[in-house]
C-alpha cells in the first residue's frame, strides 16, 4: 500500500494551498481517506476526513470553513483545498486510509490501517 501526498509548499497567511495523495495497493472505494496534520511538538491531529463515497465528511472546528476535503475515486486521490491559511496551519500534513465500506469517518489515529509520507506545509505571518 502506498499513499503519496504532494502539494505543500511556503505560502503567506491567507494563502492558498491544494494538497493531494494518491492511493495505490488497496481498493481505494472502500476506504474512508483523511488527511492529519502533525506541528512540532504536538500531536498528530485530525484536520478533515471524507468516506468512500463523499456522503460523509469530518473537519477539526479549527479548519472549518476554510478546509475542503475531496475525492475521486476514479484517480485513487484525495485533495485538500487549503484557503485562508494562517500560520497556526503550519505541519507535516499526512495522509491515511482505513478501510470502511460503510461509510465511518473517524478522528481517531488508530482507525486508519494505512498511512503515507507527510508534506510540508509553512504559513508565514
Known amino acids: 500500500v502506498q499513499l503519496q501526498a504532494s502539494g505543500g509548499g511556503l505560502v503567506q497567511a491567507g494563502g492558498s494551498l491544494r494538497l493531494s495523495c494518491a492511493a495505490s495497493g488497496i481498493t481505494f472505494s472502500e476506504y474512508t481517506m483523511a488527511w492529519f496534520r502533525q506541528a512540532p511538538g504536538k500531536e498528530r491531529e485530525l484536520v478533515a476526513g471524507?468516506?468512500?463515497?463523499?456522503?460523509?465528511?469530518s473537519y477539526a472546528d479549527s479548519v472549518k470553513g476554510r478546509f475542503t476535503i475531496s475525492r475521486d475515486n476514479a484517480k485513487n486521490t484525495i485533495y485538500l483545498q487549503m484557503n485562508s491559511l494562517k500560520p497556526e496551519d503550519t505541519a507535516v500534513y499526512f495522509c491515511?486510509?482505513?478501510?470502511?465500506?460503510?461509510?465511518?469517518?473517524?478522528?481517531?489515529?488508530?482507525?486508519?490501517?494505512?498511512w503515507g509520507l507527510g508534506t510540508q506545509v509553512t504559513v508565514s505571518s
Open positions: 491515511k486510509a482505513a478501510y470502511a465500506p460503510g461509510g465511518l469517518v473517524s478522528g481517531l489515529k488508530r482507525f486508519y490501517e494505512y
Open positions: 471524507v468516506s468512500w463515497s463523499a456522503t460523509s465528511t
